[in-house]
């Protein structure tokens, strides 16, 4: 099995109001995630190419949506990809004695 693993992948996440996301991505949230509404989005560009990770809220229902950068839809996140695609927190020092 090869892995190729690109050393030099330029990422960077950038914060998106609501009201700037392609109108086909607010649409497509409306029709197929009826009750949802959009918490946050961010425009990612990795390799010159851009998506948008868009989460999504119901209740206490948290979804992360990922659309190309005409606001087609590409897939759900996992619950675990959304977990490695936040930061980790550092655990408490313990306290010293």
Not at 23 to 50: D, L, Q, R
């Amino acid at each position: 099995m090869l892995v190729v693993v690109a050393l030099n992948a330029q990422i960077s996440k950038v914060a998106v109001k609501v009201a700037d996301l392609p109108k086909a991505i607010t649409e497509n949230v409306a029709k197929n995630y009826t009750g949802f509404t959009i918490k946050e989005a961010t425009k990612v560009t990795e390799n010159n190419v851009i998506t948008y990770d868009v989460m999504i809220h119901k209740a206490s229902t948290m979804e992360t949506l990922v659309y190309d950068k005409d606001g087609k839809f590409l897939r759900k996140m996992t619950p675990t990809a959304q977990a490695a695609s936040k930061p980790q927190e550092k655990p408490a020092a313990p306290a010293k004695k």
